[in-house]
């Protein structure tokens, strides 16, 4: 029965991860952990996420549309609303979307194939945030030899002399641009004047020679008499001039970091993220969508797995049937040996891409950087899979992994030989669970979403167990490369601890 489960979860991790046409090999440097029962995505807590960009509001907006009688509604409270009021709580609603769409990708998680959140762990924003803060660049000890310096000295005195005014060269490359530039606007300017004027227009292409003309003389003054060549090219080369890339990418990390966040009341600052396909949640819209049927199910796959491909466990619901008194976590396995033969499966799959603007991890490649305090080399990542909480490392700055992707499938058909009667035993011994699963999928799930009570009830009255809807069954994981590369203990000392003893008082 488990080996049933696990090619179902062999064949999504590659799909989702991907092959190497050449190699025909999983992309290392990712893995995937799989819930032990899927969790339903409805569409009422995802859709229309609130954008900065403004892309939400129209789904803010109240309907206007006309209604016809019989498929108006009842009078209720919200039937007073003026619709500034029904925009207000549109808005908030979106907003409120957003914060869930936002929690749900950022946790930690651990890393193994089984899905589970690190106990007592930061979030992966608050991780971020105490990485960027805490870096700082090493100063390099190389420096431009005598050749380079002559060539950037020889560039500077083309356009500055030594008490920093422009060169008679320069002002002169200057003079002349700024001719041709008028040259040009006179020509655009002729042409706009005549393009309102069907007589000035059809004159135009003779007329508008002399404006040509004009525009060409000054190109070649500019660059016969304005020195363009040399100027140019100083300018250039000291545009190239470098900088250290750990230094520029701590700077522009925080910079991304901060122009992202974003104010939610009684929440806080947490920075933009977006899922795609942006229609993720919507069980009715099929981009992105691919299936999975008993072709794939009963396929041998030939490929090359990674070393942190998924193998299976005892974490991992491996039983027929499973189920729980919450809603986010199974507890009871039932039936793993249970008789399934001629076993039918389709369902639809999505891998759905987690965009995070502010997280801008090409600094961790790097090697010139630390973290100012008593850090030791590698506390953020050994690069390495199944990596623990090391003793005496700090967790805000323990990042070894990031979900970069959600798994989701619906639309999961299922059948075998005498499903019926064992579907309905188990659904009386069940009863009172809120999350019932088949496999690693929800097939009947109740729980409470406010103050609304959430339904996800399989259908079991045709030739197939139909488990509609959408749920969240896998995450997809990079591993981050091994940083930083430097204790902390190799740039810092500790710091003075001497004491001012205050003068004696005079009698």
Same mark, same amino acid.
């Given at each position: ?8 979860? #062999?064949?999504? %991790? ?26 339903? *995505? ?40 003026? &619709? ?34 690190? &106990? ?10 105490? +990485? ?84 060409? /003389?000054?190109?070649? #003054? ?47 600052? *947490? &920075? ?18 691919? /299936? ?5 199910? /009963? ?46 499966? #389709? ?6 891409? +987690? ?13 010139? $950087? ?17 990596? %623990? ?5 700090? /967790? ?19 059948? $075998? ?55 969240? *069954? ?34």
């Amino acid at each position: 029965m488990a080996q049933d489960v696990f090619k179902i979860f #062999r064949d999504l %991790e590659m799909k989702a991860v991907g092959l190497d046409p050449q190699s025909n090999k999983m992309q290392e440097g990712y893995y995937c952990a799989f819930r032990s029962i899927g969790l339903p *995505i409805h569409k009422d807590d995802f859709s229309n996420p609130y954008t900065p960009s403004g892309s939400s509001l129209q789904g803010d907006a109240p309907k206007t549309d006309p209604v016809d009688p019989k498929d108006a509604k009842s009078p209720s409270a919200s039937g007073g609303l003026t &619709p500034a009021q029904i925009y207000s709580a549109n808005i908030a609603k979106s907003q409120q979307n957003y914060l869930n769409m936002f929690l749900l990708v950022d946790d930690k998680l651990k890393m193994n194939n089984d899905y589970a959140v690190m &106990p007592g762990s930061s979030k992966v924003s608050d991780s971020w945030f105490a +990485i960027i803060n805490g870096s700082n660049g090493i100063p390099p000890t190389m420096e431009l030899n005598d050749q380079m310096k002559a060539s950037y000295a020889a560039a500077t005195a083309k356009l500055v002399d030594a008490n920093g005014d422009p060169t008679t060269h320069y002002q002169a490359y200057m003079q002349y641009e700024d001719e041709w530039k008028s040259k040009v606007k006179a020509l655009n300017k002729a042409y706009a004047d005549a393009f309102t004027d069907p007589m000035k227009l059809q004159a135009f292409p003779v007329q508008g020679v002399v404006y040509q003309d004009d525009v060409d /003389e000054a190109w070649d #003054r500019w660059n016969s008499l304005g020195f363009k060549t040399d100027i140019e090219k100083a300018i250039a080369t000291l545009a190239a001039v470098g900088t250290d890339p750990a230094i520029i990418l701590i700077a522009r990390a925080k910079k991304k970091y901060q122009n992202s966040l974003l104010e939610f009341m009684g929440i806080g600052q *947490i &920075p933009y993220t977006l899922l795609s396909p942006a229609t993720w949640y919507d069980v009715d819209n099929d981009d992105g969508w691919t /299936e999975y049927s008993s072709h794939d199910f /009963e396929s041998e796959s030939h490929y090359q797995a990674s070393q942190t491909s998924y193998s299976g466990s005892a974490g991992v619901n491996a039983g027929l049937w499973s189920a729980s008194a919450s809603f986010d976590h199974s507890s009871q396995q039932a039936n793993a040996n249970a008789s399934v033969k001629n076993m039918k499966i #389709r369902f639809n799959y999505c891998s759905v891409d +987690i965009k995070r603007p502010w997280l801008d991890t090409s600094l961790l490649n790097l090697s010139n $950087w630390f973290l100012v305090g008593d850090y030791k080399k590698n506390c953020i990542s050994t690069g390495k899979m199944a990596q %623990e909480l090391a003793a005496g490392n700090i /967790e805000p700055t323990f990042l070894p992994s990031i979900v970069t992707s959600l798994i989701l499938v619906k639309d999961v058909y299922i059948s $075998w030989d005498d499903w019926k009667s064992q579907w309905q035993a188990h659904k009386e011994s069940t009863s009172a669970s809120a999350s019932v699963g088949v496999f690693c999928f929800t097939a009947s799930a109740k729980y409470s979403a406010g103050k609304q009570s959430r339904d996800f009830q399989c259908e079991d009255d045709g030739e197939e167990l139909h488990i509609p809807g959408i749920q969240l *069954i896998g995450y997809v994981s990079t591993i981050n490369p091994a940083c930083p590369q430097h204790d902390s203990s190799e740039f810092e000392q500790k710091a003075s601890t001497t004491t001012t003893t205050a003068p004696a008082s005079k009698t």
